[in-house]
């Protein structure tokens, strides 16, 4: 399956220029921990930063910096790792490991903006398979025993 259909599409966006007051009142408002800013090219969203929880906590409320004045685009991460919508589960996780990131934009054959897949999202992907694989497992050993109740013993 692809990330097309796997990443979130309800994604938190801003435009480069809010304010890290505003993105922050965004991320409560909508139980996020990034918003990706995005700017506006042949009348798609694409994706130009993305800013967490963590960088507005550790470049501005940190340093004691105005949250009203310090623009989203001058906090948010400048650079910015996205992955195909049509790239797997796979790919994902390995750009993830590689770049050090949690979170990555997932975007369509133009650059615009699919979704987003996080690596909350993929872990619990990942435990709904490893629970079918239980499933399979337990029921493959309940028929096994079911089996065995039901032949007689060869003599």
Known sequence: MTLGA??????????????????????RERHVGCVVLVRAEHGRRVPSAIITDRDIVVAVTALGLDPEVIRAGDVGSSELYQIAADA?????????????????????????LVGLIAADDVVGLLAEEMAGLAAAIDGERKREAAKRRTRKPAR
């Open 6 to 27: 796997l990443c979130s599409r309800d994604v938190v966006v801003a435009d480069r220029d809010a304010t890290v007051r505003e993105v922050a009142a965004l991320m």
């Open 88 to 112: 797997g589960l796979a790919e994902a996780v390995a750009l993830m490991r590689l770049k050090g990131v949690r979170r990555l934009p997932v975007v369509g054959a133009g650059g615009e």
